[in-house]
């Protein structure tokens, strides 16, 4: 069959997918090729495309974005969407004008201002005294970042202070424990956050009926201006961006570190030696050195009226530590920038960090080194209520997390978590127990994970995008592109033999009412999972694992493998290689659907091999054309002959 398109060509028609219609039959995530072979199963079933698109938008939530209610409508846009996605991506890492913030604004049903320009007056400032280029440049910064809280003034200037209190206590005391951990009850407190409204936060979380409480938050959520927030973010980045770029013509730095006061906050010019930052600053420039950034500094918070922060290290191998419950990467009502040139550096919070915005928005982008980044929850790019980006472009990096992380979002978030190259590892889970199905296992949300507030509103948009590297994967419970209740989550991974582990719901997996995908463009992958997994949907859902080429194993207990069951449709589509399909429950896995029992109609599953020798646990042969119960189908196609070479030997 088809060879698996090159990276430049994948991303052409992919730019060309931003630039004009995202639609259906300009996929590259699912092709002409897939597309035909796609058509000709349904037709094996008696059915076509149409009746991939049965009712699944059954409930009734508020605050539910258009893309993830269009994916559950109209499931074959869900490709197409990882397609955008990849467009973006890689036009960035190949140096490109092209930027994530339009793409994140039209996804959280919103839109976004450009930075535009500004002009840097004469005013005298403190600054002043230092080399012209680099004062030009902090004048320049100052101006571009006052328009920036300019916006987020305006994001926010429908919640009281005290709603927002509200608001963060909730959000932060849920996903740390508060009603059982005292330190996390501290931890909130140095945030801004009243003692009394942390109980009543705890008092809500244990009462009988939640609609009360979740009616009011929900009301809160949508006085948020979400356009400014993405606007005053697209502005900083671009602000850093800039500086960065321009600080080449600098040529005399500080020998110790100084510090100019200024409106919008501290401001710090660093050494070419090691230094050491520990205090809250809007912006901290760096030009070299093994660097130390410690708690109170590289985050936002505007509980605290500190809605701006900025750090732009040139060079060295450097060290972000956060132990406080937000850390180094985290804007809460506020936007955070981190901008790592050079080195091999480690990220590490305790709690929340690296890339999470939480009502705000973050970005932390680091340019080369093999990194290192761990933390609790929600970090690693993570979006709630605005935007969390983490976009790492070079190296052998190591990601580490508990839960909610690694491209995670949550109520109208996106969160991403982009990886340009190098052979990565990614790891979440071990730290809070699933107890509602699998006590001695471990909850993930994570890499490529949404979720919303059911039944009252739907969830966000989350991805991880890996362009190359042979990588690993590893969750436990809801991880690898799976979404819950009214959301989209994508894993999107472009070349490499991979390895993708977890252990319940995943690897392309919609739970209740959303959508979740998997797609792996190139290489030999080993696909392990246990239960609902690869291409498996649940109870109203669509759930999608693609993957275009190389020789592949998949394995699963049950419920796995291009499994539907309660009104989903579930699809797993191997485009090439000498692939293997390997479920202990049989009756259970591969093309297995089943007929709604009370619910009227039932699910659609299907697994699709279109090239190679391939084995099947359920009996499948190669060219098969299996039916299996209740709208099911395992469709294999037989290789392609090799051509003989009739030419005679001389």
Not at 7 to 25: C, I
Not at 213 to 223: F, L, S
Not at 234 to 252: G, H, L, P
Not at 267 to 292: C, S
Request: proline fraction near 4%; glycine fraction near 12%; charged fraction near 20%.
């Amino acid at each position: 069959m088809r060879a698996p398109p090159s990276v430049a060509a994948l991303s052409l028609l992919l730019v060309l997918l931003v630039a004009g219609s995202a639609a259906e039959e300009q996929s590259a995530i699912l092709g002409p090729e897939e597309m035909e072979h796609l058509d000709h199963a349904l037709y094996d079933m008696n059915m076509t495309r149409e009746d991939m698109g049965f009712t699944r938008d059954v409930a009734d939530p508020v605050l539910v974005l258009t893309n993830a209610r269009e994916a559950l409508r109209h499931p074959l846009r869900l490709p197409a969407m990882g397609d955008t996605l990849l467009a973006v991506t890689q036009d960035i890492a190949a140096g490109g004008t092209n930027t994530c913030w339009p793409l994140m604004a039209e996804w959280l049903d919103t839109f976004v201002d450009p930075p535009g320009t500004v002009s840097v007056d004469n005013r005298s400032r403190e600054w002043d005294a230092l080399e012209y280029n680099l004062a030009f440049l902090i004048s320049a910064f100052v101006l571009k970042a006052e328009k920036a809280q300019g916006m987020l003034r305006t994001a926010y200037a429908e919640i009281p202070a005290s709603e927002q209190c509200h608001m963060a206590a909730s959000l932060l005391g849920d996903m740390f424990d508060a009603e059982d951990q005292p330190e996390v009850r501290r931890e909130l407190t140095f945030l801004g956050i009243p003692p009394a409204t942390i109980q009543a936060v705890i008092d809500e979380n244990l009462a009988l009926d939640p609609k009360p409480a979740a009616t009011n938050y929900i009301a809160q959520v949508a006085a948020i201006d979400r356009h400014a927030i993405l606007t005053a973010a697209w502005i900083m980045q671009e602000a850093v961006e800039t500086f960065m770029q321009a600080q080449t013509n600098v040529t005399e730095w500080p020998e110790e570190v100084v510090t100019f006061p200024s409106m919008l906050g501290d401001i710090y010019i660093g050494t070419r030696g090691n230094d050491h930052y520990t205090q809250p600053a809007f912006l901290i420039v760096d030009p070299g050195g093994n660097d130390i950034y410690g708690d109170g500094c590289a985050r936002a918070n505007g509980l605290q009226q500190h809605w701006l922060s900025a750090v732009l290290d040139i060079a060295g191998n450097d060290r972000y530590e956060g132990v406080s419950i937000t850390g180094p990467g985290a804007a809460l009502f506020g936007v955070a920038v981190i901008l790592d040139a050079a080195g091999n550096d480690h990220h590490q919070c305790r709690y929340a960090g690296q890339g999470a915005g939480l009502f705000g928005a973050s970005i932390l982008i680091d340019r080369a080194g093999d990194d290192f980044y761990s933390a609790q929850a929600l970090a690693q790019g993570a979006g709630y209520v605005g935007a969390g980006l983490l976009m790492d472009y070079g190296g052998n990096d190591v990601y580490k997390a508990g839960l909610a992380a690694q491209g995670y979002s949550g109520l109208l978030g996106f969160g991403l978590l982009a990886d340009f190259d190098g052979n990565d590892y990614y790891l979440a889970g071990g730290v809070k127990p699933d107890y509602e199905r699998h006590p001695e296992r471990f909850v993930s949300l994570a890499q490529g994970f949404s979720i919303g507030m059911r039944p009252f509103a739907g969830g966000g948009m989350a991805a991880l995008v890996d362009l190359k590297g042979n990588d690993t994967y590893i969750a436990d419970v809801y991880g690898q592109g799976v979404a819950y209740w009214y959301a989209v989550g994508m894993l999107l991974d472009a070349e490499g033999c991979d390895t993708y582990a977890m252990h319940h719901y995943g690897q392309g997996s919609g739970i209740h009412l959303s959508a979740g995908l998997l797609f792996d463009g190139d290489g030999h992958d080993m696909y392990t999972g246990y239960i609902l997994a690869q291409g498996n949907a649940h109870d109203y859902a669509v759930g999608m694992l693609v993957d275009h080429a190389g020789n592949d194993t998949y394995s699963a207990d049950h419920h796995s493998q291009g499994r539907a069951l309660n009104n989903a449709l579930g699809l797993l589509i191997d485009s090439g290689g000498d692939d293997a399909y390997f479920a202990r429950q049989n009756e259970q896995s591969q093309g297995i659907g089943n007929d709604g029992d009370k619910r009227e109609y039932g699910s659609l599953a299907l697994l699709l091999d279109l090239d190679g020798t391939d084995q099947y646990s359920c009996g499948a042969e190669d060219g098969a054309r299996l039916l299996r119960p209740d709208f099911g189908i395992v469709y294999d196609v037989l290789p392609e002959p090799e051509t003989e070479n009739t030419e005679e030997v001389p």
